[in-house]
């Protein structure tokens, strides 16, 4: 079946620190590949995505690359704000049996410090 | 914003009693979800529906079914309400469930079960 395995967490950054959120998955087919970021108290909400392998997904400051070869998608942002302090949730969209069900992670907590 | 209100946000009851939680879309789209959130877990999908009367059970459906008798409303019951159901429960929706299909959540609702 499919999976996605992230880093655990708490990732915790000082301001302006750079970002790697590590992400691998394991498919069967070809699948949709996103990040979605959790503020709390709220909802999920769509990061970023890439739909084929070598495709860059990217969004306020994050990005990250569809690597096929190597089953990644690693989330980046060269300087982390305060505010990106959130959830993060490595996903892929598969269709088994025609039906869409996504496969999420388990999430990775960062904590920026001003 | 893809029109997903869920009622109730917070809810305490006790083991034992039953319990609707229910999503509701104004946006008619077809792919209508369940998750529950909880710590070290990340989401687990409960219960998803693919239109109107047509619905499939997730990874964690024991002790929860699902009706859907019109296309804007999911709604999810725990018959019997025990305390391992405690958790957050959040709806999604995916307009078309298309492989590249983005997810668009509901703000949650905490149900704790005493």
């Known amino acids: 079946g499919n999976s996605v395995t992230q880093m655990e967490g708490p990732v915790t950054l000082s301001e302006e620190a750079f970002l790697t959120i590590n992400c691998t998955y394991t498919?069967?087919?070809?699948?949709?590949l996103f990040w979605y970021v959790q503020y709390p108290g709220e909802g999920l909400q769509l990061l970023l995505k890439?739909?084929?392998?070598?495709d860059k997904g990217s969004n306020k400051g994050f990005e990250a690359t569809y690597r096929k070869e190597t089953t990644s998608f690693h989330l980046e942002k060269g300087s982390v704000q305060v505010s990106d302090s959130a959830v993060y949730f490595c996903?892929?969209?598969?269709?088994?049996?025609?039906?869409?069900?996504?496969?999420f992670g388990r999430g990775t907590s960062l904590i920026v410090h001003p | 914003d893809a029109g997903i209100t869920q009622s109730p946000r917070h809810k305490v009851t006790e083991t034992g009693t039953p319990v609707t939680l229910r999503c509701h879309q104004t946006e008619n789209h077809r792919y209508m979800y369940w998750y529950r959130q909880d710590p070290g877990h990340g989401l687990r999908l409960i219960h998803y529906s693919y239109g109107v009367k047509d619905t499939d059970k997730g990874e964690v459906s024991d002790g929860y079914s699902v009706s859907r008798s019109k296309t804007e409303d999911f709604l999810l019951t725990l018959e019997s309400a025990t305390s391992s159901q405690t958790s957050v429960y959040f709806c999604?929706?995916?307009?078309?469930?298309?492989?590249?299909?983005?997810?668009?959540f509901g703000p949650g609702t905490r149900l704790t079960v005493l």
């Open positions: 999604a929706i995916t307009p078309q469930g298309g492989g590249t299909d983005t997810q668009y």
């Open positions: 996903a892929l969209s598969d269709i088994p049996g025609g039906s869409y069900i996504p496969t």
């Open positions: 890439a739909t084929k392998a070598d």
């Open positions: 498919a069967t087919g070809y699948p949709s």
